[in-house]
């Protein structure tokens, strides 16, 4: 089955740590996106891409940045992580031939920042 | 941007009861919203979806309505079984940029034996 993978699935930091988080996808979709979900806040936009030369930032891209390697990979990093940068995070995945705004999410990456 | 409010944050029904979860958008020209449900450790599942030329949608014990004047939508679901214990959200796509979805913060619903 085409899908949406994340690695790693659990990862434990320091504070100044720097972590990258990474999605694939087997679904063919052009349009990539990262969400971070916490508790009661439900899931924010951090990064999208439509497209391997297309990164636009979303509602809390402070800290972070993304690396979209190929059509099918889309990199988050934490250049120096914090404490309150621990949450779950997912990738998620569109496709512009489909309208594009139906998202496929991936398994999800809980990252604790110490 | 769109900000998406959900009511209420908890719902406690029991089983074959209707559970019902509402959604107001501030967009007036967001044009897709779909419900994505999350059981306990896993990821977000669309369940159901609509778009603004229809008013109703259905699948099954699941449906969604959609209220443009007033920028509101709701999930409904009949006939509830334990498995629709989970987290559902609802979300909107904003208007200015295709596939930008805004997501309300959750609904925790719990159906009781």
């Known amino acids: 089955d085409a899908d949406v993978t994340q690695t790693p699935r659990n990862r434990i930091t320091k504070t100044g740590k720097r972590i990258m988080l990474e999605c694939s996808q087997t679904?063919?979709?052009?349009?990539m996106y990262w969400y971070r979900q916490d508790p009661g806040l439900g899931l924010r936009l951090i990064y999208y891409?439509?497209?391997?030369?297309?990164?636009n930032k979303g509602e809390i891209s402070d800290g972070y940045s993304v690396s979209r390697q190929a059509q099918a990979k889309f990199s988050l990093s934490l250049e120096s992580a914090i404490p309150n940068q621990t949450a779950l995070y997912f990738c998620?995945?569109?496709?512009?031939?489909?309208?594009?705004?139906?998202?496929?999410f991936g398994p999800g990456t809980r990252l604790t920042v110490l | 941007g769109e900000n998406v409010e959900q009511h209420p944050s908890t719902l406690s029904v029991q089983e074959g009861d209707s559970a019902v979860i509402k959604c107001t958008y501030s967009d007036s020209a967001s044009n897709y919203f779909p419900w994505y449900k999350q059981e306990l450790g896993k990821r977000p599942q669309l369940i159901i979806d609509?778009?603004?030329?229809?008013g109703e949608k259905k699948d099954q014990r699941i449906a969604v309505t959609l209220n443009k004047t007033a920028k509101h939508f709701s999930l409904h679901i009949t006939e509830t079984q334990p498995e629709d214990s989970a987290v559902y959200f609802c979300?909107?796509?904003?208007?200015?940029?295709?596939?930008?979805?805004?997501f309300g913060t959750g609904t925790r619903l719990q159906v009781t034996l």
């Open positions: 679904k063919g979709h052009d349009r």
């Open positions: 609509i778009r603004s030329n229809v």
């Open positions: 891409s439509f497209d391997v030369k297309d990164i």
């Open positions: 979300a909107a796509i904003w208007s200015g940029t295709a596939s930008k979805l805004t």
């Open positions: 998620a995945t569109s496709d512009t031939r489909d309208r594009g705004d139906t998202q496929y």
